[in-house]
C-alpha cells in the first residue's frame, strides 16, 4: 500500500521521498522566475454555464476543440438540477452507510459546457493522478524537440518503490527503451519506476508551469492536500480541447488513456462497450485512505467528463462509491438520447 506517495499509486518510503523532495526544490526554485502568461483555471463556482462552440459540433474523435462559448440556454441548465439533485442524495447516502468519509464530485458535458460540481473545494492528494500532467509536459517536449519519442533512456529501478496493483508487463532493469514506451509503460500500467526513470529527462518548470495553469499552486512530495475535482479536471478539459498541446497529441494522449489496465473504479460502472480515457489514483496511509478516478466518458453526442475523488478507511467501499456515481452518471447521460 502507498505510505506517502502524491505522484505515485504505490508506495515510496521516507528516503525516497527526501531524494525526491530535494529534485522538487528545483522545481520551485524555477518557479519563481516563470511567468504564467495564460490562466487556464477559472473558479467555476463564479463563472456559470456555457454553451460551447466547437470545432466538429459534435466529435468523432478523442478530441473536439473549442471555437467559442457563451451562456447556456436555461432549459439545458435547468434539466440538470434533478440530476445534481440525484448525485447528492447518493453521495449523502454512502457517506452515511460508513462506505466513504468524504466524497468529491464533477461533472461536465464536454460538447455544451454545461456543468456542476459537489464539495468542489475539497483538497485531495492526487497521488498517481499526477501522471497525467507529466504524460503532457513530455508530449509537449516532444512536439519541440524532433526524435524526442524514439530518444532511448534505460529502465531504472528503485527499490523503495512497490506497486499496489501488479504490473502486467514487467519491463527489464537497466535495459534501454523509447520514451515513447516509458510513457505508455507508466501511463498503462501505472508504472511508478517508468514515471522515476522518465523523470530524469522531463522538463520541470514545464511541469510545474503546467500545474499553476489549472490552480495547483504547490506541489512536491509532502503530505499537504494539494488538489480538488474542479482543477484536476481542468486535464482532461485541456486535452479534450486540444488547447495545450496540439491536436495530434491530445489524441495520442486520451487515447493512451483509453489502454489503462485498470477496470474498476469508473469503468466499472459502465457498460463494457463504452470507451472511456481515465486515470486513477490512490494513496493509503493506514486509517487515512484516499481514492480517485477521473476521466472522460464517450457516450454518442454526449461525451462528459466524470471526476470522483474519495476518502475513507476501506479502498473497497471507496471503490464502489466510485463505480456506482460513474452508473447512475452514465444511466442519466444516456436517457437524454440525441
Known amino acids: 500500500m502507498d505510505k506517502k506517495g502524491l505522484f505515485l499509486g504505490g508506495g515510496v518510503s521516507k528516503r525516497t521521498l527526501f531524494s525526491l523532495a530535494l529534485l522538487v526544490s528545483g522545481f520551485v ?24 462552440l466547437r470545432t466538429e459540433g459534435y466529435s468523432e474523435g478523442l478530441t473536439n476543440p473549442l471555437l467559442d462559448c457563451s451562456m447556456a440556454k436555461e432549459n439545458i441548465i435547468n434539466n440538470i438540477s434533478p440530476f445534481q439533485s440525484k448525485i447528492e442524495s447518493e453521495i449523502k447516502e454512502r457517506v452515511k452507510k460508513g462506505d466513504v468519509t468524504h466524497v468529491s464530485y464533477y461533472f461536465r458535458e464536454l460538447d455544451n459546457g454545461v ?9 485531495f492528494t492526487p497521488a498517481s493522478l499526477l501522471k497525467v500532467p507529466v504524460m503532457m509536459t513530455l508530449y509537449d517536449q516532444a512536439s519541440r524537440e524532433p526524435g524526442f519519442l524514439d530518444r532511448q533512456i534505460p529502465y ?26 516509458l510513457i505508455d509503460q507508466m501511463i498503462v500500467y501505472s508504472d511508478n519506476n517508468a514515471l522515476f526513470s522518465l523523470t530524469k529527462i522531463l522538463d520541470q518548470q514545464s511541469l510545474f508551469g503546467l500545474m499553476r495553469k489549472v490552480g495547483i499552486k504547490q506541489a512536491g512530495m509532502s ?53 472511456i ?39 473497497n467501499k471507496m471503490n464502489e462509491t466510485i463505480s456506482h456515481l460513474s452508473a447512475v452518471t452514465y444511466n442519466n447521460v444516456q436517457s437524454q438520447g440525441d
Open 29 to 52: 526554485l524555477g518557479l519563481l522566475s516563470t511567468i504564467v502568461a495564460v490562466k487556464i483555471y477559472e473558479d467555476e463556482s463564479e463563472s456559470g454555464n456555457y454553451f460551447e
Open 115 to 123: 456543468w456542476f460540481a459537489i464539495n468542489e473545494k475539497e483538497k
Open 156 to 181: 531504472l529501478k528503485n527499490g523503495d518503490f512497490y506497486q499496489n496493483i501488479p504490473i502486467k508487463k514487467e519491463m527489464v532493469e537497466g535495459q534501454q527503451y523509447s520514451v515513447s514506451e
Open 223 to 275: 503530505e499537504e492536500e494539494l488538489v480538488d475535482v474542479v482543477q484536476y479536471s481542468s486535464f482532461f478539459r485541456i486535452l479534450y480541447n486540444s488547447s495545450y498541446l496540439g491536436r495530434t497529441y491530445s489524441e495520442k494522449a486520451l487515447s493512451l488513456m483509453t489502454q489503462i489496465d485498470y477496470r474498476e473504479g469508473l469503468p466499472k460502472g459502465l457498460p463494457k462497450d463504452i470507451l
Open 277 to 315: 480515457s481515465h486515470k486513477f489514483g490512490e494513496r493509503n496511509l493506514g486509517d487515512s485512505m484516499q481514492l480517485h478516478d477521473c476521466g472522460i466518458v464517450y457516450v454518442k453526442r454526449h461525451n462528459y467528463l466524470i471526476c470522483v475523488m474519495t476518502r475513507g478507511d476501506d479502498m
